[in-house]
């Protein structure tokens, strides 16, 4: 009887999911998870995510070359999003669509030191 009690399951809501998927892409891209817009989809039992996101950019001139080119990124970018969401979730994800909406060029904030 004891073995049982130990056994469960949890289960995440797909909002839960879609909220993860955006916190983890906003991160992957530098952006704001408010900015990222998240659909899934089951393919079966392995998700398909297709993300509407801005991506951060440096400004011309600022020699933003050493994070790699737009393309490397965004491929960089689908592995995170893939290995995360499964290390969060438990959610495989079987292929993540990045659909760029916008380039933010602003200046990365530096972190204060206290």
Known sequence: MADRAL???NKITSRAVR?????VTA???DVDASDVS????DHDGALTVV????IRVAPL???????????ERLTAAQTTIRQRVLQLTGSTVERVDLR????D???KKKKRVQ
């Open 51 to 54: 993300a509407r996101t801005p």
């Open 38 to 41: 998240v659909e899934l989809a």
């Open 19 to 23: 909220r993860v998927v955006s916190a």
């Open 100 to 103: 760029v909406t916008a380039a």
């Open 27 to 29: 991160d992957a891209l």
């Open 61 to 71: 001139g600022d020699g933003g070359r050493e994070r790699g080119t737009l393309l």
């Open 105 to 107: 060029m602003r200046e």
């Open 7 to 9: 056994h469960g399951r």
